[in-house]
């Protein structure tokens, strides 16, 4: 009698166990993805438009446009972007834009393509963010798609 209440017990705290370490696992993989899909938001900016593309073949694809405003500094705007996203230095400033952007892999199959335009308006900054995951498929399973 006293051995099924014992089992009953280790059943029930490894349950317990096992529901709390699911839950603390997918709780961080959610906030992980929340924090990334939401990266390209600089602090206090004005959101003026986002959007998402999905796309499964030839590579499973998520494409993240946004456009922001801000009053902030225009080197502030500029720092904090390049520091963000690792961009470093300016790729190409035409009249009152600039625009800094990389590409790199993040493990395995997965790649980044990151790219933010800052541009300078009468009033504010405006900033045009585009971020793109790219998983790429096996050259075996392209094959069969």
Same mark, same amino acid.
Request: glycine share 6%; proline share 4%; charged share 15%.
């Given at each position: 009698?006293?051995?099924? +209440?014992? /089992? *009953?017990?280790?059943?029930? #705290?490894?349950?317990?166990?096992?529901? @709390?370490?699911?839950?603390?696992?997918?709780?961080?993989?959610?906030?992980?993805?929340?924090?990334?899909?939401?990266?390209?938001?600089?602090?206090?900016?004005?959101?003026?438009?986002?959007?998402?593309?999905?796309?499964?073949?030839?590579?499973? +694809?998520? /494409? *993240?446009?946004?456009?922001? #405003?801000?009053?902030?500094?225009?080197? @502030?705007?500029?720092?904090?972007?390049?520091?963000?996203?690792?961009?470093?230095?300016?790729?190409?400033?035409?009249?009152?834009?600039?625009?800094?952007?990389?590409?790199?892999?993040?493990?395995?199959?997965?790649?980044?393509?990151?790219?933010?335009?800052?541009?300078?308006?009468?009033?504010? #900054?405006?900033?045009?963010?585009?971020?793109?995951?790219?998983?790429?498929?096996?050259?075996?399973?392209?094959?069969?798609?």
């Amino acid at each position: 009698m006293a051995t099924q +209440i014992s /089992k *009953r017990r280790l059943l029930a #705290r490894v349950a317990v166990l096992t529901a @709390v370490l699911f839950a603390l696992i997918w709780g961080g993989v959610g906030v992980v993805a929340w924090r990334t899909y939401h990266a390209g938001k600089y602090p206090n900016a004005t959101t003026v438009d986002t959007g998402d593309v999905w796309r499964a073949t030839p590579s499973l +694809i998520f /494409k *993240r446009v946004e456009s922001y #405003r801000s009053t902030d500094p225009f080197n @502030v705007i500029y720092n904090w972007y390049s520091r963000q996203f690792d961009l470093g230095p300016e790729r190409f400033a035409n009249g009152n834009c600039l625009l800094m952007a990389r590409s790199s892999t993040l493990f395995g199959p997965l790649n980044l393509n990151a790219s933010v335009m800052v541009c300078e308006t009468t009033t504010d #900054r405006m900033m045009f963010v585009t971020r793109t995951y790219t998983l790429r498929y096996p050259n075996w399973l392209r094959h069969m798609l």
